[in-house]
């Protein structure tokens, strides 16, 4: 089956650092992906659709320069939280649209914690 | 002071029992939609997926309804399990684009 990886799957940072978060399929292509945000007990938020070779498109209210996507290749996507503070500290997760298919995998989550 | 948040609304059942887990979804233009399971600390898990099409569709030990009219979608879980305990999500999905729309969740417990 369709697999998807994060990297990390848990970090713990000081308040004003940045913090990348990896997102890799597997075992197929993926021309999209997207990052979700998770707090304890909600659902998950749409954060942005990261597309390979160009840029991401950020949902309404999550500031793009505070969340940094690169998508360089068909199987990476990457989130970076820059200047990281208490209140980012939540469950991020990624997911990968096969190509051809229109299926979502997703990822296993990374906690952020950001001290 | 102390702070009052919304908790995600939870279904309990007797193990072999059935669940039924309700889902109201909000445009209706969504043309396909998903439920999805996820354990504590693990990204969500595809159950099983139905298209507007469709009314009802069937996989192993799980059922979704769909009723279009009133914007509704349900899980059915036969013979529930302990394994089963998790959050159940649905999302729905316009087919414009890619993006999924994810509802507000519900926590299945399984009790001896």
């Known amino acids: 089956g369709a697999v998807v990886s994060q990297h990390p799957s848990r970090v713990i940072c000081k308040s004003g650092t940045s913090v990348k978060i990896e997102c890799r399929s597997l075992?197929?292509?993926?021309?999209?992906m997207f990052w979700y945000r998770q707090f304890p007990k909600k659902s998950l938020m749409l954060m942005a659709t990261?597309?390979?070779?160009?840029?991401?498109?950020?949902e309404q209210g999550v500031e793009k320069d505070k969340f940094l996507i690169n998508h360089a290749s068909l199987t990476l996507s990457t989130l970076t939280v820059t200047s990281a503070h208490p209140e980012d500290s939540s469950f991020y997760i990624c997911?990968?649209?096969?190509?051809?298919?229109?299926?979502?995998?997703f990822g296993p989550g990374t906690r952020l914690t950001v001290l | 002071g102390e702070s009052v948040g919304l908790h995600l609304p939870t279904l309990s059942v007797q193990e072999g029992d059935n669940s039924i887990i309700n889902c109201a979804y909000s445009?209706?233009?969504?043309?396909?939609f998903i439920w999805y399971k996820q354990e504590s600390g693990k990204g969500p898990q595809f159950i099983i997926d139905?298209?507007?099409?469709?009314d009802k569709r069937q996989g192993q030990r799980v059922t979704v309804l769909l009723n279009k009219t009133v914007k509704h979608l349900s899980l059915q879980i036969a013979a529930t399990q302990p394994g089963d305990s998790a959050v159940y999500f649905c999302?729905?999905?316009?087919?414009?684009?890619?993006?999924?729309?994810f509802g507000t969740g519900t926590r299945l417990q399984v009790f001896p």
């Open positions: 075992d197929f292509q993926a021309t999209t």
């Open positions: 999302a729905e999905n316009t087919g414009n684009t890619d993006k999924l729309i």
């Open positions: 990261s597309n390979e070779g160009s840029k991401a498109t950020y």
């Open positions: 997911s990968a649209n096969r190509v051809r298919f229109n299926e979502q995998f």
């Open positions: 139905i298209r507007s099409n469709m």
């Open positions: 445009n209706s233009a969504s043309d396909y």
